[in-house]
């Protein structure tokens, strides 16, 4: 059963208060995505809440960022990391409760950061009370309609209804036990059997979720991220697609479980709900497409603010391809008038340190460690060229400390589902979500009391927080300073072009108004003409005759003013 809201949220006035001093919030704006149980944890069980969350707002405040992104803290029994919601309306217990969620979103406003929760519409826990109640009722039952219950094939149906992979690998299919104990229906779940999938051809389900965001929406929160956002709709009959290896087409091709043009009626329904409400609201999608321009249909003016750039996040670091994709989002995007987004990390990738610590052509779920310093030093300077960009940005927490991913955690303490399948997705996600260092010593590195759920590396003292404060050329304060900038700068943030400089091989540099970027991607280092007074770089530039010396995988900023 849900939790009880607190009293009276319309309290949550300072919502529009927050707001009202910058309008277009969103066009331009940083966006720290915090994962709740590798972030802070305030009661020494190991496990990272939100109360956690809420006593290092400040800190985040002092990086500079907009807003905050929160992944999912709702009941959920956890089968994949609460993307397996229960609940909507009630926290998780090992997260805090409602009480703990307005008050962090009290602390926020008055910090001057916006909070944007995270949504999971695409299907449910198989603990959610409709699933429950499907399964209780047997064959014929109503609420089995609000789900994809179908009869399997074969003689006595024992083979799944369609030829569906899961994400997390083996049939999209699960086949239930029918109350009198025998073999019956089978079920459609695109990620783990945990996960049914809703069937939004269904108005109940519809219903459910305008409600959902009302509640959040009265508690005060300040936007969505939609998880799966192009996974809600599925093509008419629930067709075969004809291949295995299904998930080297994703990306590629329009699938009849994704990116179908039926989830758009959807978000425009949504939209007119967010416009109701003061503050500049938004939705951001996650929208795996195949092609950037299908990703701008999720955000023209009626229906998304903006949506995650999965392109971009799986560029490697090479000038041309960057420069390449760059272009084409900004192209993509201004016919619909929205704000490109730019991300390097997320809690479903190797982080970018590792990343490009690595030769390239290893896709974005690394395993080994690579050259460290190379890595570090390529995503700093990828940051640079990212917080350049026209649009909106987004920060994945420990990216600031310049964390790699955790590419030697020992099998028994792995936890994503995905690792335990044998198939679908390598399920080394573990790897970006060990929690964060805050000091250099005690117990899990200032994380919590009681130690963390995921082993933290000896070395992850010299990377906290503590270690990296007030540190000149540290990560933490290049990150600082370089979100500072941002605000004081005219020119940097929301917009939606650039002016490409004549460059050498490997090396970007783009105008905007007064301001100049250059983004060094080969491994040498190079001389650029000194387009004014350097602002910040990535690494240690040479100023010389109207000349500066780039290092190797290194970004600069400058000022002609």
């Known amino acids: 059963m849900s939790q009880q809201p607190p009293a009276a949220p319309a309290h949550h006035s300072a919502v529009a208060a927050v707001a009202d001093r910058r309008r277009d919030w969103w066009r331009d704006a940083v966006i720290y995505q915090v994962y709740p149980r590798s972030f802070a944890d305030s009661n020494g069980d190991g496990m990272g809440d939100l109360e956690g969350v809420r006593s290092r707002l400040p800190y985040l405040r002092d990086l500079g960022v907009d807003a905050v992104w929160l992944s999912p803290f709702y009941a959920s029994p956890q089968a994949d990391a609460g993307y397996d919601v229960a ?18 979103i009290r602390d926020a406003h008055e910090l001057g950061l916006r909070i944007i929760v995270d949504l999971v519409p695409n299907h449910s826990s198989d603990q959610h009370e409709w699933f429950k109640r499907a399964l209780a009722e047997g064959p014929g039952s ?65 219903d459910e979720f305008r409600s959902i965001l009302r509640f959040w929406l009265d508690m005060g929160v300040d936007g969505f991220r939609i998880d799966v956002a192009h996974g809600l709709v599925k093509a008419d009959g629930l067709p075969d697609l004809g291949s295995r290896d299904q998930l080297k087409l994703l990306g590629n091709d329009v699938m009849p479980f994704f990116d179908q043009d039926g989830v758009h009626a959807i978000y425009r329904q949504w939209r007119r709900i967010l416009d109701e409400y003061a503050g500049e609201r938004i939705f951001v999608a996650e929208a795996w497409t195949p092609t950037v321009e299908r990703t701008a249909n999720y955000v023209r003016p009626d229906e998304l603010h903006q949506a995650f750039n999965f392109q971009y996040l799986s560029t490697e670091w090479d000038a041309k391809e960057l420069r390449t994709v760059i272009d084409r989002t900004l192209e993509a995007m201004r016919p619909v008038g929205a704000p490109a987004t730019w991300v390097l990390s997320n809690h479903d990738v190797t982080r970018h340190a590792t990343r490009f610590a690595n030769p390239p052509g290893l896709g974005t779920q690394i395993r080994t460690a690579g050259d460290r310093g190379l890595g570090l030093r390529r995503a700093r300077a990828a940051t640079l060229l990212m917080l350049a960009l026209p649009g909106s940005a987004y920060i994945y927490q420990g990216e600031e400390l310049g964390l790699p991913d955790v590419v030697d955690l020992p099998d028994e303490v792995r936890q994503d589902p995905a690792y335990f399948r044998g198939a679908g997705q390598d399920g080394f996600r573990d790897g970006c979500r060990v929690p964060i260092p805050w000091t250099r010593e005690g117990s899990s590195y200032g994380f919590g009391a009681g130690g963390s759920w995921l ?107």
Not at 459 to 469: D, R, Y
Not at 478 to 503: F, H, I, N, S
Request: with cysteine.
């Open 87 to 104: 609940d909507y309306r009630a926290v998780d217990p090992m997260f805090g409760n409602l009480l703990d969620a307005d008050a962090l």
């Open 142 to 206: 109503p609420l089995r309609e609000r789900y994809h219950f179908r009869p399997g094939k074969g003689k006595n149906g024992e083979l799944p209804p369609n030829d569906w992979e899961s994400i997390f690998g083996g049939p999209a299919w699960t086949r239930v036990t029918e109350p009198d104990g025998t073999p019956g229906e089978w079920y459609l779940h695109l990620f783990a059997p945990e996960q049914p999938d809703f069937n939004w051809e269904h108005p109940a389900v519809g």
């Open 455 to 561: 082993p933290q590396p000896a070395s992850w003292g010299e990377l906290s927080v503590e270690a990296q404060t007030g540190v000149p050329g540290s990560t933490l304060e290049l990150y600082r300073t370089a979100l500072a900038a941002r605000r004081t700068q005219p020119d940097l943030g929301a917009g939606d072009a650039v002016e490409w400089l004549r460059a050498s091989e490997g090396v970007l540099a783009f105008r905007r108004g007064e301001f100049v970027c250059v983004a060094n991607t080969t491994g040498e280092s190079v001389a650029i003409p000194a387009y004014g007074r350097v602002l910040l770089a990535s690494g240690e530039v040479t100023e010389a005759d109207d000349e500066t010396k780039v290092p190797a995988d290194t970004t600069v900023w400058f000022t002609t003013v």
